[in-house]
T-cell receptor, first 113, second 111 residues
Framework: DAGITQSPRHKVTETGTPVTLRCHQT?????MYWYRQDPGHGLRLIHY???????DKGEVSDGYSVSRSKTEDFLLTLESATSSQTSVYFC????????????FGPGTRLTVL | GENVEQHPSTLSVQEGDSAVIKCTYS??????FPWYKQELGKRPQLIID?????GEKKDQRIAVTLNKTAKHFSLHITETQPEDSAVYFC??????????FGPGTRLSVLP
């Protein structure tokens, strides 16, 4: 597997609390992505980054924010978690833009009670 | 925006038979079409991809075909084996923007 990790791997939190998920890569890839995976929906893009401090919204960005202050780290924040954000979150990286292989992290299972 | 549909949602085949999964997309600007395999509890991994300037691509037992006019592309797996059992996702992207996945197909290869 490419050098990509996610933390935490599992988290249970309560509605209304802030949550931050971290994606860390050692590949020095320029592009990083956050997806959520829900049954029947496949993988849906939340936000992506095309460089340090350069980010853009994806298909399902409402309720999420991201930051990328270093090449290796891409943070996903749920400012006030809701039960609808219970999901498995995957980070992905790629050396080039989307028309190149994306390597996925191991995923974070988030449960919002 | 882009919309990707995928059929069937579940597919069962006998070991040794072929499996075909079909996807359609809506955005004619899409130019990159990867297929990912996800085993239970694991991360998705790329198995094959195709770009819009190519009609077909093969890699051992798997192949992908693309029909740009009809806006659909298909994954073909021949001589299926039990280890092919997984969820398969197609996706479409336009120059790195608007990367959209299909809902997935659960393939079961029966011994």
């Amino acid at each position: 597997d490419a050098g990509i990790t996610q933390s935490p791997r599992h988290k249970v939190t309560e509605t209304g609390t802030p949550v931050t998920l971290r994606c860390h890569q050692t590949e020095n890839h320029r592009y990083m992505y956050w997806y959520r995976q829900d049954p029947g929906h496949g993988l849906r893009l939340i936000h992506y980054s095309y460089g340090v401090k350069d980010t853009d919204k994806g298909e399902v960005s409402d309720g999420y924010s991201v930051s990328r202050s270093k090449t290796e780290d891409f943070l996903l924040t749920l400012e006030s978690a809701t039960s609808s954000q219970t999901s498995v979150y995957f980070c992905a990286i790629s050396a080039l833009a989307g028309d190149n292989e994306q390597f996925f992290g191991p995923g974070t299972r988030l449960t919002v009670l | 925006g882009e919309n990707v549909e995928q059929h069937p949602s579940t597919l069962s085949v006998q070991e040794g038979d072929s499996a075909v999964i079909k996807c359609t997309y809506s955005d004619s600007a899409s130019n990159y079409f990867p297929w990912y395999k996800q085993e239970l509890g694991k991360r998705p991994q790329l198995i094959i991809d195709i770009r819009s300037n190519v009609g077909e691509k093969k890699d051992q037992r798997i192949a992908v075909t693309l029909n740009k006019t009809a806006k659909h592309f298909s994954l073909h797996i021949t001589e299926t084996q039990p280890e092919d059992s997984a969820v398969y996702f197609c996706a479409a992207s336009s120059y790195g923007q608007n990367f959209v996945f299909g809902p997935g197909t659960r393939l079961s290869v029966l011994p």
